[in-house]
């Protein structure tokens, strides 16, 4: 497989990434990493980090999204590194989380950088997806 039909083929897994979680396709998200793959969530600040391997944890670790009414995460720049054994990327997203409250419906807003390294197998698959929030804002939905 040559560079371009690599970074095509990683590129649609991190958007395929999205669309599955923002479906709640919990068992379809997991089954996008190698079956040992790693998920590491890194709040940054004082909260702790999070690390969940393989895939029935990690379908386990999608389920506090359903406390939103509706997510949106949007695939922004990727880039990819071919330096190494394995292939890696670095891809923004912002992921919009609607909920609501006694005084209406607000958004929690995440700016996320995913680090990314990837397996080749049939196809390729998250090795480990290292989410880091770089910041959030929680405002009501609509300003």
């Known amino acids: 497989m040559d560079a371009l039909e690599t970074r095509l083929a990683v590129r649609e897994l991190a ?12 068992v379809a998200t997991a089954e996008l990493f190698i079956e040992d793959g790693t998920l590491v969530i890194e709040w940054g600040g004082e ?8 895939r029935a944890a990690i379908e386990a670790a999608m389920k506090p999204l359903d406390r939103y009414r509706v997510t949106q ?34 958004v929690f ?9 990837f397996a080749h197998d049939d196809e390729w698959r998250f090795a480990q997806r290292h989410l880091v929030v770089d910041w959030t804002e929680d405002r009501p939905l609509g300003v």
């Open 15 to 26: 958007e395929r990434y999205a669309s599955h979680v923002d479906r709640r396709r919990d």
């Open 47 to 54: 909260q702790a980090t999070t690390t969940v391997r393989g």
């Open 73 to 106: 995460h949007v695939i922004a720049n990727q880039l990819v590194d071919f330096s190494g054994e394995r292939v890696r990327a670095e891809t923004y997203c912002t992921a919009s989380h609607v909920y609501d409250t006694a005084e209406g419906p607000r």
């Open 109 to 117: 807003v995440m700016r996320i950088r995913y680090l990314d390294t």
